[in-house]
């Protein structure tokens, strides 16, 4: 990990992981293309751009700066500089320590190992605050993809439930014993 500007940019064998602070906020407030001039990256077509998203980390970190990386973060291919796929948190843990992770890779770049080496950083990032007792993550029942990758990461399902629009939900958690106890792949 680097710490540039005052914000910790993760690097793995791959990927430049770029949590997004205020300034990379606004910057996507303002378009995409605007994330991609902060960054010196291209953007993937076909890149599911959220606005509505990036105008709540503004509004969000504006409030509480030092939140920064507990929201977005965006994932630059370190080779071809194209911002691949994003990924982060739902927010900061909560009164028990939990936080809930996404990740998402453009098509174009699926099936290279790439999600997985994106979440695995972002475990140990999460996992390296002591606030942080379990991550939890969600996936629909048939998406085995996303599935895989966080039993590789040693997510085990958790529960289940409806959700009345995407149908059946699985539920995953990571406990740190778990994380502690060597059952993360390297990301």
């Known amino acids: 990990m680097t710490v540039a500007g005052g914000a910790v940019t993760i690097g793995t064998a791959r990927l430049r992981l770029i949590p997004v602070d205020q300034s990379l906020a606004d910057a996507a407030v303002a378009g995409q293309d605007h994330v991609g001039e902060a960054l010196g990256a291209t953007v993937a077509v076909g890149f599911p751009f959220s606005p509505g998203m990036y105008r709540y980390v503004a509004g969000t970190l504006a409030e509480r700066p030092d939140d920064t990386g507990w929201y977005a973060w965006v994932a630059v291919h370190a080779v071809a500089r194209e911002i ?42 999460a996992m390296a605050d002591p606030e942080v007792s379990a991550i939890r993550a969600e996936t629909l029942r048939g998406n085995a993809p996303s599935q895989a990758i966080l039993r590789r990461l040693g997510f085990a399902e958790s529960g289940e439930y409806d959700d009345p ?23």
Do not use: K
């Open 84 to 125: 691949i796929g994003d990924g982060g948190f739902h927010g900061p843990p909560d009164d028990v320590g939990m936080v809930e992770i996404g990740y998402s890779v453009m098509p174009a770049w699926e099936r290279r190992g790439l999600a997985t080496e994106m979440a695995g950083a972002l475990v140990a990032w």
């Open 165 to 187: 629009e995407d149908g059946p939900v699985v539920v995953w958690l990571l406990t740190r014993e778990r994380w502690a106890a060597g059952s993360v792949a390297p990301g």
